[in-house]
């Protein structure tokens, strides 16, 4: 069966700093793979999809970058956090041909 | 442009109670449409979707969603509601493309009283 994970869980980063997030899928080849952030625990932001390896699109701009070093691992990044980039983070994934996604446990992140 | 409405931000009622969470949509074509949940600190939980076929959909955990298209509306329903049935609750549409890239709704509070 098919499982997504993400690390950390939550984590507290001061303004400016860098951010490393990870999300890997396991039972699936060639997944579509997406970020969300989550504001105020209510409406889901689509930061990033990415269908393939090396194959971002952005959907807002924003501080933030993808990447997808491999088939099944999918990355958020930044250079220097804002204050506003504080959030709840939701990676998922999805198949051609069954249209819906399956979402991670998601990271709690907050800016000081 | 594709999007849904979930019109209420909370929905409260009584454990035991039939409990309905509304949502309507507005695509071109015909609709691919799911519902997800979400408990706090956790992640979406997909439930149920409609493509194609019977107009009544069932899901986990006792849903169901009926969906009517000449009222362009995809609402979700239980008939008996259980207090961990208190979570928040996503209604989204596919959209088009070949990226299975869904746009949700603002979500509605299910809030099931004891």
């Known amino acids: 069966s098919q499982t997504i994970h993400q690390w950390p869980a939550t984590l507290v980063q001061p303004v400016g700093s860098p951010l490393s997030l990870e999300c890997t899928v396991e039972?699936?080849?060639?997944?579509?793979l997406y970020w969300y952030r989550q504001a105020a625990g209510r409406g889901l932001q689509l930061l990033f999809y990415?269908?393939?390896?090396?194959?971002i699109s952005s959907e807002v701009p924003q501080n933030l970058s993808a990447s997808r070093p491999q088939d099944r691992q999918f990355i958020l990044s930044s250079k220097k956090l804002l204050l506003s980039d504080s959030g709840f983070y939701l990676c998922?994934?999805?198949?051609?041909?069954?249209?819906?996604?399956?979402f991670g446990p998601g990271t709690r992140l907050t800016v000081l | 442009a594709q999007s849904v409405a979930q019109p209420e931000d909370q929905v409260n009622v009584a454990e035991g109670n039939p409990l309905t969470v509304k949502c309507t949509y507005s695509?071109?074509?015909?609709?691919?449409l799911f519902w997800y949940v979400q408990y706090p600190n956790r992640g979406l939980q997909f439930l149920l979707k409609?493509?194609?076929?019977?107009?009544l959909v069932k899901g986990s955990y006792g849903f169901e969603a009926e969906f009517n298209k000449s009222q362009t509306s995809f609402h979700l329903k239980k008939p008996s509601a259980l207090v961990s049935d208190s979570a928040l609750y996503f209604c989204?549409?596919?959209?088009?493309?070949?990226?299975?890239?869904?746009?949700f709704g603002t979500g509605t509070l299910l809030a099931v009283q004891p």
């Open positions: 990415s269908v393939g390896i090396g194959q």
């Open positions: 989204a549409v596919r959209a088009r493309g070949a990226t299975n890239k869904l746009i």
């Open positions: 998922a994934w999805s198949v051609w041909g069954t249209n819906e996604q399956f």
């Open positions: 039972g699936t080849s060639n997944p579509n």
């Open positions: 409609y493509i194609t076929g019977d107009n």
């Open positions: 695509v071109s074509g015909n609709p691919y």
